[in-house]
Every structure is written in C-alpha cells, then in structure tokens.
C-alpha cells in the first residue's frame, strides 16, 4: 500500500460559482449548489500528497449523486485489482483442484492477477452517464494548481465537461481569468 498526505487547500483566487444552470446536463430547473470536493494527485500519486479543494457547483437533483463521483484513481484500480486477486486466489486455493505448487505460480497466479484486472476495467467500463450528463463521474476536474507552499492555491484550472457552463463559469470570474489567476477548460 502506498501511503499518502491528502490536504484540503482553501483558495487565494476570488471564485464565483454561477448558479443559472446544472453544470453537469446544463438542466435549468431545481438546481442546488454542492460541495464538490475536488482533488488532484501529482504523478499518479507518486509524489506521496494529494491535493484536495472544495467548492459549491450548481446541480440539479438528478445530476447531485455526481457531485461525490470520483474518478478512478490509476492507484485505485491497482489497489482494487490487488485486493481482488488475493480474494480469487484463496478462493482457488480452498475450492480448486489441487494442483502442483510450480503450476500455481506460473499459470494460476498470473491468470488470477489478469482476471482481477480485467473485471475492474469492466466494472468501469459499464458505468456510463445518463442521456443529457455530460458526465458520470465529477463534471469538474481540478486542473493544474499553483501554491504559495504550503499555504493556500495561489493558481488553479477547472475543467468542465459541460463545454456551456465552462463559458459561463469564465466569463462570471472572467477577473480572475484576466489576472492570470484562473484557468477554465472544456475537458
Ligand atoms: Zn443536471
């Protein structure tokens, strides 16, 4: 397991959420601002820290549950698919053919780790938006961010999967696109 520092950093750029439309599906009806909980891992999650920032983007009741949506992390899949061989394996152990040791090592162990990687791939390969989401997961990735280390983000990227509301988010803090501060994306 790899360990690492996850940090909620509080933001230096002046940041208006604009709340006309769901920034998911762009829905214009019964939208709610959400606490999007949005975090960055540099190099795969190597450099030991993740960066995490929380801000309030608009919703609409159906689209709220992407709020919380994470993407799978390369380090996640790894984990998962790690935790998923040991189950299949002691699986084979106790309930398979008894086969010789050398057998188990070279062909069952190796096809047991490929089939735990490949049922994850699958498991998230089957999740997919609804009509009109832009988005399964989180419809806002945190970009590249800029520190005052190790206080607050001095600089920061959005990027949205609704190319619209990306505009409009741009031109509602268009200061601080101006400043240099922030940077908006259609991902
Ligand atoms: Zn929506």
């Known amino acids: 397991m790899v360990l690492y520092v996850s940090q909620t950093f509080q933001s ?13 599906c762009g829905s214009t009806t019964q939208v709610n601002p959400i606490s999007t909980d949005l975090r960055r891992m540099p190099m795969l999650g190597l450099a030991g820290a993740e960066i995490r920032f929380e801000f309030p ?6 689209c709220a549950v992407t709020a919380r949506r994470l993407r799978p992390t390369a380090l996640g899949v790894v984990a998962v698919t790690c935790l998923l061989s040991i189950v299949l394996g002691m699986g084979f152990l106790f309930l398979g053919p008894q086969l010789p040791e050398e057998t188990v090592t070279m062909l069952v162990a190796p096809a047991v780790v490929l089939l735990s ?3 994850v791939l699958a498991f998230y390969g089957l999740r997919r938006r609804a009509p009109g989401q832009t988005s399964y997961y989180q419809p806002v990735r945190l970009g590249r ?4 280390w190790p206080a607050n983000i001095t600089k920061l990227e959005l990027r949205f999967t609704n190319r619209a509301y990306a505009s409009i988010f ?5 200061q601080a696109v101006v400043a240099g501060q922030l940077k908006v994306s259609a991902a």
């Open 12 to 24: 230096d750029v002046p940041l208006a959420a604009p709340m006309s439309c769901c920034c998911n």
């Open 57 to 62: 983007f608009p919703y609409c009741d159906r």
């Open 117 to 119: 990687f490949g049922l």
């Open 145 to 148: 961010t800029t520190h005052r």
């Open 170 to 174: 741009a031109s509602e803090n268009q």
